[in-house]
């Protein structure tokens, strides 16, 4: 059946087997399940596990290496050619590996950040993975969801759906439950039919799912789905280029050696093996590996840290990150709401957020007002409390209107009780545009009379007083003059003091509802019933977080839609409010251009009273001068501003699946703290990057001059292709990895924000690579001329060589640990990782130079133990010779600083 938008509502479910109310059973829906399969696209067809290891093969390394083994086994160098091919397939595995692992880390990703969907089961509201909704489901739907499949409504109160991903309307879609006549509606006319990948804008309702997965019209259209690729970030473009390079570089140096060589008389094959070895010492084949794995593993560490990264380059721009935006409730605070205050019929009641003796002498009280203002609260309101105690409550909805039940049952007005005994006749719904809600409700039992309906309505104190012309008094219902707004705003101003949410609530008796709230405004000529206050304690860890922020360099910016003070007295709590910063509101903003706000903002800590459209204009002001912004966002409005921020940040608890799509990363705890601690494991990924960067390119350097530098003194090749191979994956593999597993530096949350964009030989990297590359070459240049002078054969020679090219570069590790602490100051078995991954290599290197059948491979000899106390030696004096520079150096850099700093001053004496 697929005209379900010309068929009743209660005919669908009928059709389908289910019941309103009660939903499916759990059974039957795993019955369906079986039977429809998962409510999700056929996804595009994965690699095979041969694809995967396939592809290890065709990187341009790859290729140059494996022509040179076709060379190799041309010329009658078969052991070489084994040997280089054996090495290339061992490269592969541990490619094929770690990409075979990325791929389950990015499945479970996937199902860490899959949308939810809230179904009617068993007569209980339950939130299920949407890939587990079946037809016959019961959706309940909440301004700001995803839709997981094509249903058909059942009831709509406002509801409002983007249809844009479908029919390309960019304007919302008013939807009801009202079949349809027409015989073959195009899909944006379906008024009571809501689609797969649309989202709710406004309003909420029920419907009865009718179609799933392929089945649905975008299932329909699957293949038009954009699918956005693996997204290389800035560092890994950068490195592509620098490798590309590189090569060419290489390449060109090859070639010159091989052609002046065979003008020289050299022996063509000979020639072709120094460029094959110089190819193969030149080219950081490893290089892009690593950075990936460390790139992985940073993720991997983020999400223990309740951190999901959706897009990589977020990893590199959170080291960068100068601002930080947060919503203030649930992010800073710890969104646990409970009534504090309530003020009716002229007086003002303190309660505690636990039942205690003054709720007790309010359930004494009889006072009308009293009564009238918990029955609104509890009648103008969507959330139901499910299971817990009163003073730790489970719910569904949200937590403001959860505080006003669980208050109302505190003092024992039963909120169950009491909306079995009125109807609801119609919604108006909440948005953060009107700041209020108002509901028609009629007792449910006996005859409905038109002056037994009752308007009720909260919202906003300052939007509620706006609507009302009387109040209910101790003495009954007043006229609302100047002496009770001017009581009332003193009262607002106080709690909001405090850090108390405030709510006001208002009535209006009698009169028929309605027919479209659209067209009217009923929410005029209200009774003022009274005022609910909420505190939203913050997070313990939040002033911590901020004050780590700001020593980071980063500046933290709240941004609320609540009242002035309330924001202030919050933000002076978490030390965020600096004593000369500033607040400003939306209407302030408003009347503020695009300039003058970028002119002003930098001095402002707390927005309040803004709405969506304003977080939008200060993610533009901030990024126009110069500021790299991080924005937090849960609701749908929220997703333009989280999506024009550098680092869009969605809330994995209280977001909406239309900003977690739009986000850069999603934090799973909703806590402010978690954001600042990503941006410390984004600093500390990019610093390790660094690190081996400096080791990959300094051990590469220091192999080009080894070969180099034999054959400029026409001495015969140091190294043999088969070797430099070996020296490459003992060096480049195991401890570069470890390298990237650094803890953070100390001091790493008190350095301003690196510049966006930075080189990767920026701070004097560059330097340090070319001078520990030089270190590392000339010990094995040395070792090298000193077996030939001292008798030595070329087989021992080269031993030597070999060994001391690896054990030079095993030494050198250690001092890539930190670019600003010395190596003597760090601790040698903090990295366990280092420590494991060098002592294999050093066993490893140590193996094909003892073991007979290995030698023959790799055309080595056994060496006497004082050629390797000599290689220690030198190796070592090689690795403390570079940290003794490097320490000179920035010495001399500082005391230079300082000079020119007392010169400047010493000017400035002079001049005045």
């Known amino acids: 059946m697929s005209n379900w938008f010309a068929t009743k509502a209660e005919e669908v479910v009928k059709s389908l087997g289910s019941n309103i109310q009660k939903g499916l059973t759990v059974a039957e829906a795993r019955n369906r399940l079986q039977k429809y399969g998962f409510n999700q696209l056929q996804s595009q067809k994965k690699i095979s596990l041969w694809q995967i290891f396939g592809a290890q093969f065709t990187d341009f390394m790859v290729l140059v290496l494996i022509g040179a083994a076709i060379v190799s086994f041309l010329l009658g160098e078969k052991a070489d050619a084994i040997t280089i091919v054996a090495i290339i397939v061992l490269n592969a595995i541990l490619g094929f590996v770690q990409e075979y692992r ?7 990703l996937k199902e860490l950040t899959a949308p939810l969907a809230h179904v009617i089961r068993d007569s209980k509201v339950q939130r299920i993975p949407a890939k587990e909704v079946v037809p016959g489901d019961i959706l309940i739907l909440e301004s700001g969801d995803r839709i997981a499949a094509d249903a058909r409504i059942i009831q709509a109160s406002d509801l409002e759906v983007n249809e844009a991903t479908l029919t390309g309307e960019s304007m919302p879609v008013l939807k009801s439950e009202a079949i349809i006549t027409d015989f073959r509606p195009a899909l944006g006319d379906q008024h009571n039919i809501i689609f797969a990948g649309t989202g709710i804008s406004n309003g909420r309702g029920k419907a009865v799912v009718v179609a799933t997965g392929m089945k ?8 038009l789905i954009d699918k956005s690729p693996d997204e290389a970030t800035p560092l890994q473009k950068r490195l592509e280029q620098l490798g590309r390079y590189l090569i060419y570089i290489c390449l060109t140096i090859c070639a010159a050696v091989a052609t002046l060589g065979i003008l020289r008389g050299e022996e063509p094959r000979k020639m072709f093996m120094a460029a094959v070895s110089l190819a193969v010492a030149a080219i950081p084949e490893g290089l892009p590996a690593i950075v990936t794995i460390a790139l992985a593993m940073g993720v991997q560490k983020m999400i223990r840290r309740n951190a999901i990264i959706r897009k990589l380059p977020a990893v590199e721009t959170l080291g960068c990150a100068t601002v930080i935006c947060s919503d203030k409730t649930g992010t800073l605070t710890q969104n646990k709401l409970a009534v504090t205050r309530l003020w009716a019929g002229g007086q003002d009641y303190h309660l505690a957020a636990e039942t205690n003796s003054h709720h007790k002498q309010l359930v004494l009280t009889t006072d009308k007002a009293i009564n009238t203002l918990l029955e609104i609260s509890i009648l103008c309101n969507n959330a139901q409390l499910t299971a817990g105690n009163l003073d730790n409550p489970e719910f569904t909805g949200d937590p403001t209107e959860a505080a006003l039940l669980v208050v109302a049952a505190k003092l024992k007005t039963d909120p169950e009780r009491l909306q079995k005994e009125y109807y609801r006749l119609g919604e108006i719904p909440f948005s953060s545009e009107r700041k209020r809600m108002g509901v028609w409700v009629r007792p449910s039992f006996g005859t409905a009379r038109p002056e037994e309906a009752r308007l009720l309505v909260k919202g906003a104190s300052d939007i509620i007083l706006e609507r009302c012309d009387r109040i209910l008094s101790s003495q009954g219902i007043l006229p ?24 006001a609530f208002a009535y209006r008796e009698g009169g028929l509802v309605e027919a479209n709230f659209k067209k009217k405004d009923p929410e005029t000529g209200l009774i003022f019933a009274g005022l609910m206050g909420m505190i939203d304690p913050p997070r313990p860890e939040s002033r911590l977080a901020v004050e780590k922020s700001r020593r980071a360099g980063i500046h933290t910016k709240m941004i609320t839609g609540d009242y002035p003070r309330t924001a202030a007295a919050v933000a002076k709590q978490i030390g965020l ?7 400003m509101t939306g209407i302030e903003m408003d009347s503020l251009s695009d300039r003058e706000l970028a002119d002003v903002i930098g001095e402002v800590d707390v927005f309040a009273r803004v709405s969506p459209y304003h977080k939008l204009r200060v993610v533009k002001a901030l990024k126009n001068n110069g500021e790299i912004v991080a924005m937090t966002g849960d609701g749908v409005n929220d997703a333009p501003a989280v999506k024009e921020a550098d680092i869009g940040v ?16 999603v934090i799973t705890d909703d806590n402010y703290a978690t954001i600042v ?17 400096r080791y990959l390119l300094s051990c590469n350097i220091g192999e080009i001059l080894t070969i180099f530098g ?39 949350m008190i350095r301003p924000p690196r510049p966006p964009r930075e080189g990767i030989f920026s701070r004097g990297l560059g330097w340090k690579i070319a001078f520990q590359g030089f270190m590392i070459g000339s010990a094995a240049l040395l070792i090298y001329f000193y077996k030939l002078k001292s008798g030595g054969s070329l087989t021992e020679a080269r031993t030597a060589a070999f060994a001391a090219l690896v054990f030079a570069q095993l030494f050198f590790v250690f001092q890539c640990r930190s670019e600003r602490r010395s190596m003597f100051q760090l601790n040698p078995v903090e990295n366990k990782f280092l420590l494991g991954a060098v002592l294999i290599s050093a066993a490893m290197q140590v193996s094909v130079m003892t073991v007979p059948w290995l030698q023959r491979i790799f055309y080595t000899s056994p060496l006497p133990v004082h050629d390797w106390l000599i290689i220690i030696l030198l190796t070592g004096f090689s690795a403390v010779f570079g940290e003794l520079a490097f320490q000179f150096r920035s010495q001399i850099k500082k005391h230079l600083s300082i000079f020119r700093w007392g010169a400047n001053r010493l000017g400035d004496s002079v001049e005045k």
């Open 102 to 108: 990325a791929e389950k880390s990015l499945d479970a």
């Open 650 to 665: 969605a809330m994995g608890l209280s977001g909406t699946d239309v900003t977690k799509e739009a986000s850069a990363m």
């Open 216 to 223: 649905t019209e975008i299932g329909k259209i699957a293949g």
């Open 710 to 748: 034999g054959i400029l003194v026409g001495l015969p090749f140091p190294l043999l292709p088969i070797q430099i191979l070996w020296v490459n994956l003992v060096t480049d593999g195991l401890p570069a990895i470890a390298l990237g597993m650094e803890g953070a530096e100390p001091g790493n």
């Open 677 to 693: 601690a990503a941006v410390e494991e984004g600093r500390t990924i990019y610093e390790n990057i660094r690190k081996f960067i």
């Open 577 to 583: 409010l600096r004593p000369n910063g500033k607040m």
């Open 480 to 503: 609302l003059d100047d002496h009770w707004r001017l009581e009332l705003k003193k009262k607002v101003e106080e709690w909001g003091a405090g850090a108390l949410r405030i709510l």
